[in-house]
């Protein structure tokens, strides 16, 4: 990067090569960025500028299937004796081969441009007024072509499968704020008035071709293939919004704020595009009141009260219009020709909305000490109506089995704590903490008016909107149990054992419970950073603590009939010699339910921690740098936890791992 400039003009310039590797074969990244910011004061009353950045990564290979890996029997071969990937590692079964992606063509790539374009007036006819025009444009580009030839199973099977694929962001934001700002002695006034506009168009252009004469031109003959399918895509939203802010302070102790904002989306139903959302904070900087000056250790004090309504427009464009899928079938007077019909697949919702959460927050500023121990505490409730949520209907409508609706009543709340600490600092020894803290609890209020839970969404007052909602495993079925007169009379010894919560003899779906909760009790992180002299070291660690997901490695119905796929390696599997209540038998059939396993998801992580040596100014400058930096750090360095599957953090359990990385770097200045 490069900086500099003259008294009106200033910029920086940089660029960047990014190229990983990553674990799984052909996961691989690059990508180029340039930047440049330019400011310049054309006159006294107008500035201009632009932040720019334009940049192309390249995400081309397909990477080998984590997955396929996972469930591949082990005792197969991924190579022939030509050293040629084998399409069927196993000639007796259908599975293909895990790596089998590394002989397809895949080109990837995305071309993006980032612009932020603004324009200060300062309209002197009026003290203190100013107008800004902030303009910002976000293209993205992605082109992909993708081949697999006859040394694929797709490729094998059609004679060739190309898809070609691009698609087209444009994200256009424009601006107009009005400022005006004045001060009466000990009072100060501003007002901020704000008109803007958003459209983002997304479209994208498919086509899928196979059967093909030969593999040598790949993607690029789409037009040669037996079976040619074309599509497209376009979906387009527009925003509105006004927004009208004041700030009032008086002696700088005593802080209001007033805001009003009215936003329009375009997506929602005729007479619900637009909502209106207040908000109101107070502030009382009741550290510089006469009484609590005599206390040294105060060196500030702010309380803080706010209350506010915020809107949440996450629906996709066209959800509230009724619509119609395409489906091809064979017709006309010979029966072979392809003609298309139509079907409703959604039905229309006109009177979709906003939906709106009304939240208040209590919180405290504080700094202790000469400020050696700064923080703030914030206590909040958020109530949020009309949600957003599929409900699921009756098929008898003859279109989807769900509907989009505003439903219901949330809650949220919960306490943050920000903590910054100077622990020690004399003798060149500085050593600081950061510590975050941060419990919060959501549970459904209400749903349709009649205090009725939804057990088809998994939807129970009072529980989260999220929860575990099976059957309860209460061991395995041992060789002496009397399992004929039991709840499961079906089973057989080294089955699991379903709780039968209800104790009506039947195991069916009344006797699902919620099981543990997915909403953490507590997260929380704290970073240490130490110095020395021109030594620093820096460690960061993260911890969830308190939930509970479904551990699917340890599903035993995933194994199949005949030991046909890998399985998880365990030495508590329930045998008839020895028994045993936590895992059972290593066949296919004992889960027939197919309940869930699950495991307490908490960890800490080490998630950071970073070694770095400074050289001293008067030793760099005689070879002409200003500045030059050593550093070696560990990213993911440890995670305790009491979880078995691949790490908690992760949604599935069979992809591609968290990485360790180790780097080592060099930073210099001129």
């Known amino acids: 990067n490069v900086s500099g400039g003259s008294e009106n003009v200033q910029y920086y310039i940089s660029g960047s090569i990014l190229d990983v590797k990553g674990i799984a074969k052909n996961d691989d990244f690059q990508r180029i960025t340039g930047r440049i910011n330019v400011s310049a004061s054309i006159t006294e009353w107008l500035e201009l500028g632009t932040n720019t950045q334009v940049s192309e990564a390249d995400r081309s290979g397909d990477p080998a299937s984590f997955g396929g890996a996972f469930y591949m029997n082990p005792l197969t071969r991924a190579y022939n004796d030509e050293g040629e990937l084998t399409l069927f590692p196993w000639p007796e079964d259908i599975f293909t081969n895990p790596l089998g992606n590394l002989n397809n063509i895949r080109d990837d790539k995305l071309l993006r441009i980032f612009t932020n374009n603004y324009l200060d007036v300062k309209l002197n006819f009026i003290p203190g007024l100013s107008y800004r025009l902030n303009t910002g444009l976000n293209y993205r580009n992605r082109n992909i072509g993708r081949y697999q030839g006859r040394n694929t199973v797709a490729g094998f099977t059609n004679g060739g499968v190309a898809i070609v694929t691009n698609g087209v962001t444009k994200d256009i934001l424009v601006e107009n704020i009005l400022s005006y700002t004045k001060d009466f002695g000990e009072h100060t006034f501003n007002f901020t008035g704000l008109y803007s506009f958003q459209k983002i168009n997304d479209e994208s252009h498919e086509t899928q071709s196979q059967g093909f004469p030969n593999d040598v031109m790949s993607y ?94 996450a629906i996709n464009p066209y959800t509230t219009l009724a619509q119609m899928s395409a489906d091809a079938y064979l017709g006309g007077p010979d029966g072979q020709t392809i003609l298309y019909g139509f079907y409703p697949s959604a039905l229309g919702t006109s009177n979709l909305g ?293 790490d908690p953090e992760l949604g599935s359990q069979r992809s591609i791992p968290l990485n360790r990385v180790y780097l080592l770097g060099l930073r210099l200045g001129i």
């Open 220 to 313: 690029y003959q789409p037009g040669l293939g037996t079976l040619i399918q074309p599509s497209s895509t376009y979906a387009e939203q527009n925003y509105i919004s006004y927004m009208g802010r004041i700030n009032y302070s008086f002696k700088n102790k005593y802080l209001l704020t007033l805001t009003g904002r009215r936003d329009g989306y375009s997506a929602f139903g005729a007479d619900e595009k637009f909502g209106f959302f207040p908000s109101v904070a107070l502030g009382w900087q009741i550290g510089d009141e006469p009484f609590l000056q005599n206390i040294n250790a105060l060196d500030l004090l702010k309380l803080r009260i706010s209350y506010g309504e915020n809107g949440n427009q």
């Open 354 to 646: 906003w939906e709106t959460t009304k939240s208040v927050n209590f919180g405290v500023d504080f700094g202790l000490f000469n400020n050696r121990l700064q923080g703030s505490i914030d206590y909040y409730v958020a109530n949020t109506y009309d949600l957003l949520l599929n409900r699921t209907i009756s098929p008898v409508h003859g279109a989807s089995t769900s509907i989009l609706q505003n439903i219901g009543e949330t809650r949220n709340s919960g306490i943050e704590v920000l903590l910054t600490s100077i622990n020690l600092n004399q003798n060149g020894f500085k050593w600081s903490t950061n510590f975050n803290f941060t419990i919060n609890r959501n549970e459904i209020v209400d749903l349709y008016g009649d205090g009725q839970d939804d057990i088809a969404n998994r939807w129970f007052i009072g529980q989260p909107i999220d929860v575990n909602f099976d059957h309860v495993i209460d061991g395995v079925w041992q060789s002496d149990d009397d399992i004929e007169n039991g709840p499961q009379p079906d089973a057989m010894p080294g089955d699991v054992k379903i709780m039968d919560t209800n104790d009506d003899g039947v195991i069916d779906n009344l006797d699902r419970e919620i099981i543990g909760s997915l909403q953490p009790s507590y997260i929380a992180g704290i970073t240490n950073d130490l110095s020395y002299k021109n030594f620093n070291l820096n460690f960061f660690i993260h911890t969830v603590q308190g939930i509970t997901k479904q551990n699917t490695l340890l599903q035993p119905n995933e194994i199949w009939p005949d030991t046909r796929r890998n399985a998880i390696y365990r030495t508590d599997y329930w045998t008839p010699e020895n028994g045993g209540n936590t895992y059972p038998a290593n066949r296919e059939f004992t889960n027939n339910l197919l309940t869930g396993f699950y495991q307490d998801a908490s960890f800490i992580r080490l998630r950071d921690i970073s070694l770095s040596y400074n050289f001293d100014l008067e030793q760099i400058q005689k070879i002409g740098l200003s500045n030059l930096r050593v550093y070696f750090n560990i990213r993911n360095a440890l995670t305790i936890t009491k979880w078995s599957a691949l």
